[in-house]
């Protein structure tokens, strides 16, 4: 336990860590750069944070989901942080429904009161306080107090809505126009179209087969372009990283391992539980290793998702970050091209991930209704 | 791997859930089956114009084919019947000429017989005339030689002359 | 001197990144050979990668 601990300590912050790393790298690349800036730094540290720290904190602080749509904040000149953005209703239950604006945190800065309790937002995350906001520490500096069950309307929570009514007016269009157009996609739409044919005729009915494919297509079809354009939605400069969140990667792959095992038929269990094919002690080895891939399935695809996008993010804040530790004729322009050259790969990957996940869920969804004869091919 | 669940936000994951759930309901009420719907009706559709432009094609070479055939059979039947028509004519020149041959050698035999007959007759009539002329000459010369008595006897004696017994 | 544990993750992701490699070279090997094989290529060139990938995310993520 105490091994645990520690290690839990050891990796408090990975996000800050895997930041670290890459910033670590990419600082070794520019280190001659880095060296002239040398005395700047030292100036800076004086002051109390560097800059490396306050770009780090800033990467850390957007890839979190967060209480208030900020794409940006600044220091004034009385030395007050100035926050660009709107702040999102916080809903939180916590004994009875408490909702209040996010405002009332100032960016946790203070106490919010809500129906006689008092919440203060700590590395935002809601904890219930007392009136003065103390929170206290258990020994791995893990807030001790109270968490409610917090259902606000964060970030990425509002990121989630624009995008579905984004989806639903744009695929709505496309299945109008079908009708008032005579069976032809018009405007948007014809550049749609094409995407959810491939969907169909390279996704589903390869993976599937043409006999089951029907029945999943909606989940194919709204998950490809919910992940694609949540992607999307996280190289521009809105700062949001949706499909970048633990929760959001664990809710799609929970639903499409849902999928999978509810419509799954008799033959899918069958080579989970007693594999065809292989002698009786295999079988018994088999099963629990099945078992297990059944679970494995869904959690790389989580994992896949979640790391490719953040690992995306976290390179991508680094380089720009880059540019401003460097301020030098040469390091400045070269990772700004290094910034571009990477927000160019994001744009692949942002489709690549999208793609892969969606290819995945119908591979997975035609291991479920296969049917096959043949047995020897196991 | 603490810090992922520690990360992990049950609030986000409730939201995602619910509004994933709606909108994969509604896209797929609103949407995907309507598109998927109308991709599939224009698929089949094409499908259906290019089967029926194929069997349009096939037909037309069928038409085409049987107007050929037709053609060569018509031209066929033209040359029978050409064929057919010469053999009759030639048969009914050559009917008509044997015909005309037997009519013409029956009307010569038939012209033959008449006038054999008639020849026959104007002979029969020709000596039943010199019959008769005969005898009316020898009449009037009988007459004449017997009107005078003394002739009578003189024939008598002629002829009784000529007549000498043997 | 104890190793620390990202240690062992690097040296994880260096193999998966070797194997990744090489299961899309031969991808590409057996599409160029087979273009017409191609869409049962990339899917069993993505079912193998993402197998392996998933030890690189078991192995960065259990530090």
């Not at chain 1, 494919?213 to 700062?239: A, D, E, H, R, V």
């Not at chain 1, 929970?254 to 038929?265: E, G, H, K, V």
């Not at chain 3, 590409?28 to 990938?53: D, S, V």
């Amino acid at each position: 336990m105490h091994r645990f601990l520690d290690h839990h300590f050891y990796l408090c912050d990975m996000h800050r860590r895997l930041s670290e790393k890459v910033l670590a790298v990419l600082l070794l690349i520019f280190s001659y750069t880095a060296y002239a800036q040398h005395d700047e730094s030292h100036a800076e540290e004086a002051t109390g944070k560097t800059k490396k720290e306050e770009i780090k904190e800033y990467i850390q602080h957007h890839l979190k989901d967060s209480h208030d749509f900020s794409i940006g904040s600044y220091t004034n000149k009385e030395g007050e942080h100035v926050y660009i953005g709107f702040p999102l209703p916080v809903i939180l239950w916590d004994e009875g429904l408490k909702v209040f604006s996010s405002s009332q945190f100032h960016h946790g800065e203070t106490v919010a009161q809500a129906g006689g309790n008092y919440y203060k937002l700590y590395h935002n995350k809601i904890y219930r306080t007392d009136a003065a906001g103390t929170i206290s520490y258990d020994e791995e500096h893990h807030p001790t107090n109270v968490k409610p069950l917090d259902l606000s309307i964060t970030k990425s929570v509002l990121m989630i809505i624009i995008t579905g009514i984004l989806m639903f007016l744009l695929f709505r269009g496309l299945a109008r126009s079908y009708t008032t157009n005579g069976g032809i996609a018009k405007g948007i739409g014809r550049f749609f179209e094409p995407i959810v044919l491939y969907i169909r005729d390279d996704i589903a009915i390869p993976n599937i087969g043409a006999k089951h494919y029907g029945k999943y297509m909606p989940y194919l079809l709204t998950i490809f372009f919910f992940i694609w354009f949540l992607n999307i939605f996280g190289l521009t400069p809105l700062g949001v990283n949706v499909t970048g969140n633990i929760a959001i990667t664990f809710a799609l792959a929970l639903l499409t391992f849902l999928i999978t095992n509810l419509t799954a038929n008799k033959n899918y269990w069958m080579h989970i539980f007693w594999m065809p094919g292989v002698p009786w002690p295999m079988k018994i080895i088999l099963a629990p290793i099945e078992l297990l891939g059944v679970f494995i399935k869904p959690f790389s695809l989580l994992i896949r998702l979640y790391a490719n996008m953040q690992a995306g993010h976290i390179v991508l804040m680094s380089l720009i970050g880059l540019m401003f530790i460097f301020k030098s004729w040469i390091g400045s322009p070269l990772s700004f091209g290094l910034a571009f050259a990477i927000s160019l790969i994001e744009v692949l990957v942002a489709v690549l991930q999208a793609y892969i996940f969606t290819m995945l869920s119908a591979l997975y969804f035609g291991f479920a209704v296969e049917e096959h004869d043949h047995e020897e091919a196991h | 791997m603490e810090k992922l669940l520690e990360e992990f936000s049950l609030g986000l994951f409730i939201w995602q859930t619910v509004l994933f759930v709606l909108l994969l309901l509604l896209l797929r009420k609103y949407a995907w089956k309507p598109i998927l719907n109308a991709v599939n009706d224009r698929e089949e559709g094409i499908k259906n114009a290019l089967a029926s432009a194929e069997e349009a094609k096939k037909e037309m070479q069928n038409i085409t084919a049987d107007n050929d055939r037709i053609l060569k059979e018509a031209r066929a039947e033209r040359e029978n019947l050409l064929k057919e028509a010469r053999q009759i004519k030639d048969k009914i020149i050559a009917d008509a000429k044997d015909e005309a041959q037997v009519q013409a050698d029956k009307l010569i035999q038939q012209a033959k017989e008449a006038f054999e007959t008639e020849k026959q007759a104007a002979v029969a009539e020709l000596k039943k005339q010199v019959a008769t002329l005969s005898v009316d000459i020898a009449e009037k010369v009988v007459r004449e030689e017997l009107g005078n008595k003394d002739k009578q006897l003189k024939l008598v004696e002629d002829m009784l002359g000529e007549a000498t017994l043997n | 001197m104890e190793i620390p544990a990202i240690v062992g993750a690097g040296l994880v992701v260096i193999g998966v990144g070797l194997g990744i490699g090489r299961i899309g070279g031969s991808a590409m090997e057996a599409i160029a050979r087979q273009p017409e094989a191609y869409g049962k290529i990339q899917t069993a060139m993505l079912i193998a990668a993402a197998l392996i990938e998933g030890i690189g995310f078991a192995a960065l993520f259990a530090v």
